[in-house]
């Protein structure tokens, strides 16, 4: 049976992972000019968002002082050979408001990256559970630490998670005057292009979750290793983002990410709402400013920038 984290998919189309990006990233003029919250604000009216919108379809909601909200549907790509939600993969969409709560009390072209983070499950999330609802809620902010916390509803409005996280508020970019002049004068214009297919959480999904005759008659482990072989098919979340065991044996499990175009790109900055400076041999921004950041307005390799 093909593995597709190796030989692509079984129709020999290739991995979504490996498909050009889509997504934006925030302008480095608008993150030097704006506070968190204008930014956060302009991106919600905009409808731009990351790559990992694209492919999960979370998507930012509403935008207060101290307050943000995500939400994100419940597809059966998400799901993993046992039929359900993981923590981790709930994880992406408790992150990103979490982070978004901090950032709403920052001041212009100041960094933050998470430190410390906390889950706790307190419901099984499966696609019938719907449209999950992420609010975010600052607790602190400080100069050098912000703290937030999050709850996550499911479509009928049931508690699914509660989630914290502490952040580390970094020294704030010192940025030239002619610099932040420049990118007052010429904000950047970009518009939503016409995708040449449906985003990969709308497509018809592919892989499977195993039966409950699998689970009743193979112990866990054997389960593993013929998910590690490909005697078992690999389930949905594998399709979607690569992610499979790589070996298992008793007590030890490893698992491959095979962090695609999406994936990588939105980890290419410190923070997936917050921003930092790029190496010495990173490209520097418009404006010659060395800073990156989540998502935003400008296009991920792989989109069409329009004017």
Same mark, same amino acid.
């Given at each position: %049976? #093909? ?18 990006? /889509? ?10 000019? +704006? ?6 604000? $302009? %991106? ?5 968002g990351?790559?990992?919108r ?12 101290g ?10 790509? +998400? ?8 923590? &981790? ?11 978004? @709560? ?8 100041t ?22 609802? &992420?609010?975010?809620?600052?607790i602190? &902010? ?5 703290? $937030? ?11 699914? #998670? ?10 704030r ?6 610099v932040?002049?420049? #990118? ?31 689970w ?7 389960? %593993? ?6 005697d078992?098919?690999? =389930? =949905? ?10 070996? @298992? #044996?008793s007590? /030890?499990? &490893? ?24 190496? @010495? ?16 307005v400008?296009?991920? =390799? ?6």
């Amino acid at each position: %049976m #093909a593995r597709p984290d190796e030989e692509g998919s079984p129709s020999g189309e290739t991995p979504i992972w490996e498909e050009p990006v /889509r997504g934006f990233y925030t302008d480095p003029g608008q993150f030097v000019t +704006l506070s968190g919250l204008d930014l956060l604000r $302009s %991106m919600l009216e905009s409808g731009l968002g990351p790559p990992v919108r694209y492919l999960f379809g979370l998507g930012l909601t509403s935008v207060e002082p101290g307050g943000v909200t995500f939400t994100m549907p419940v597809t059966d790509w +998400l799901r993993i050979p046992q039929g359900v939600v993981s923590g &981790a993969t709930l994880g992406i969409l408790a992150d990103a408001p979490l982070g978004c @709560a901090v950032q709403t009390a920052l001041p212009p072209a100041t960094p933050f990256t998470t430190a410390e983070i906390s889950f706790k499950f307190l419901r099984t999330v499966v696609p019938q559970s719907g449209t999950l609802t &992420a609010k975010g809620r600052l607790i602190h &902010a400080g100069k050098t630490t912000g703290v $937030s916390l999050v709850e996550v509803t499911d479509q009928v409005g049931r508690l699914a #998670a509660v989630t914290s996280t502490r952040c580390a508020i970094l020294p704030r970019v010192e940025v030239p005057w002619e610099v932040i002049e420049q #990118a007052l004068k010429n904000p950047p214009r970009i518009r939503e292009p016409d995708w040449p297919s449906p985003h990969p959480y709308e497509r018809p999904v592919a892989g499977e979750v195993l039966s409950q005759e699998i689970w009743d008659g193979t112990d866990g482990l054997a389960v %593993m290793q013929s998910l590690v072989t490909g005697d078992l098919p690999a =389930p =949905p979340l594998t399709h979607l983002c690569g992610i499979a065991p790589l070996e @298992a #044996a008793s007590q /030890r499990v &490893a698992v491959r990410a095979r962090p695609g175009k999406a994936v990588r790109r939105r980890h290419s900055h410190a923070r997936r709402h917050g921003h930092r400076l790029h190496g @010495a041999d990173d490209p520097p921004g418009r404006y010659g400013v060395r800073s990156g950041g989540p998502q935003g307005v400008l296009p991920a =390799p792989g989109c069409t920038r329009r004017a």
